[in-house]
């Protein structure tokens, strides 16, 4: 099956500074990529869309200047948490699809947990 | 996408066969019903999808009923290995909504 990495796979950082999390299809092109989070015993929550070459669509309630996406080729998208703070500690996990449309299962990376002190 | 509803939690015996339900009453003619499982702080692996018809593949097997506001998932011999959170999604468009799945522990 179709493999998706994420770097790195932890991080422990200060408050105030920012991150940065790579997501990476490793055999397919990724037209569409998604950035999800996942805080403790919590279920996944979309965070944002992105589709190469364009602007990601972020879900409600996602701050944009936090959380900056970056979708510049068809295998990397990456994910900037801008001036950290501890509630923004969490399990940062990334998928992609073939395809911008339709149906086609989503392939996930095995997740970023990044801590903020 | 339709709202699903899934057991917080099960048991299964090693060996044993796991059927994990799943209700979509809401489901409409062109959403997908789609299941992903996760592993302990690891990320959710898709295991199968169907439309209406019942589907099979070296992981599990899917039975949708004819209405299709319910499904079944089936892991027909259950390791200790598929002790997971497994997720059933109703997918129209393409993203994915998470609900709270079911957590299946498999005892040995």
């Known amino acids: 099956g179709a493999v998706v990495s994420q770097h790195p796979s932890w991080v422990i950082c200060k408050s105030g500074t920012s991150v940065k999390i790579e997501c990476r299809s490793l055999d397919f092109q990724a037209t569409t990529m998604f950035w999800y989070r996942q805080f403790p015993k919590q279920s996944l929550m979309l965070m944002a869309t992105?589709?190469?070459?364009?602007?990601?669509?972020?879900e409600q309630g996602v701050e944009k200047d936090k959380f900056l996406i970056n979708h510049a080729s068809l295998t990397l998208s990456t994910l900037t948490v801008t001036s950290a703070h501890p509630e923004d500690s969490s399990f940062y996990i990334c998928?992609?699809?073939?395809?911008?449309?339709?149906?086609?299962?989503?392939?996930f990376g095995p997740g970023t947990r990044l801590t903020v002190l | 996408d339709a709202k699903t509803t899934q057991p917080p939690s099960m048991d299964c015996a090693e060996g044993r066969a796991a059927n994990l339900p799943c209700n979509h009453s809401t489901i409409s003619g062109n959403e997908y019903v789609y299941w992903y499982r996760q592993i302990h702080s690891q990320g959710p692996q898709y295991i199968i999808h169907g439309l209406k018809n019942n589907e099979t593949n070296e992981m599990a097997s899917l039975i949708i009923t004819e209405d299709r506001k319910s499904s079944t998932l089936i892991l027909p011999h259950a390791t200790l290995r598929d002790t997971a959170v497994y997720y059933c999604i109703v997918m129209g468009s393409y993203q994915l909504t998470f609900g709270k799945g079911t957590k299946l522990s498999v005892i040995p």
């Open positions: 992105s589709n190469e070459g364009s602007k990601a669509t972020y």
């Open positions: 998928s992609a699809s073939e395809s911008s449309g339709g149906v086609n299962e989503q392939f």
